[in-house]
């Protein structure tokens, strides 16, 4: 079965805290792992994805197969960081079809 | 390019009424995705289309749901009939499938809301 498994629903954290979105995974191939931000009155877009292993907004996601987990991961949260995050699975030979998770909506505070 | 294009961008409906939902992909794209999102369940794909062509409808709740894709350019979301339960945003995207990795872009969504 392919799932994407998001545990929080809400993450509540203060300005300057480190932030970690966790995302499990159940997928019998080789996953192809995104992360999707969609903040406050605007369209889901793309945050990372896991084959490029780059920091966006200072924010980082690690495949780790042996847990099969892709944690989203950023040292010092800031306000603007509030939204809801997706964590997403992309099937082999699935014409790029997205299978999500259900969201965790980070909250940062001042 | 103004992005996934979807109408209208609320919808209030009685029960019982057919709906149907709009989206204009992103120009050269060739794959193309409807979701629905929900408090409860999160963001659920229910159909997606490679060069206008159905691939899979296994997410679509019921027969009430259809889904058509007449050219390269447009797709239709219909209910029909409606009820409350169908209240959601539901979200179009797109992409580019042809290579692995390619990001998928989405519209602003429909709030869809029957009474």
């Known amino acids: 079965a392919q799932r994407v498994t998001q545990p929080e629903k809400l993450l509540s954290v203060f300005k300057g805290a480190p932030v970690e979105l966790k995302c499990n995974y159940s997928y019998s191939g080789s996953p192809e792992l995104f992360w999707y931000v969609q903040y406050s009155r605007q369209r889901l877009q793309l945050l990372l994805r896991h084959i490029s292993r780059e920091s966006i907004k200072g924010f980082t996601a690690d495949l780790n197969k042996g847990e099969t987990s892709f944690h989203l991961k950023k040292p010092f949260a800031q306000e603007e960081d509030s939204a809801m995050y997706y964590c997403a699975l992309s099937p082999y030979g699935g014409y790029n079809k997205l299978i999500f998770g259900a969201g965790t909506r980070l909250a940062v505070h001042p | 390019d103004a992005g996934v294009i979807q109408s209208p961008r609320h919808e209030v409906t009685e029960m019982g009424q057919e709906v149907t939902l709009r989206c204009k992909p992103i120009?050269?794209?060739?794959?193309l995705f409807w979701y629905r999102q929900t408090m409860m369940r999160g963001l659920e794909l229910l159909i997606y289309f490679n060069n206008n062509v159905p691939i899979d409808d296994s997410g679509m709740p019921e027969d009430r749901f259809s889904a058509k894709m007449p050219n390269a350019s447009f797709s239709t979301l219909k209910i029909q009939p409606s009820e409350p339960r169908d209240s959601a945003v539901y979200f179009c995207?797109?992409?580019?499938?042809?290579?692995?990795?390619?990001?998928?872009?989405f519209g602003q969504g429909t709030r869809l809301t029957v009474v």
């Open positions: 995207a797109s992409s580019l499938a042809r290579s692995l990795n390619t990001e998928a872009f």
């Open positions: 120009s050269g794209h060739n794959s």
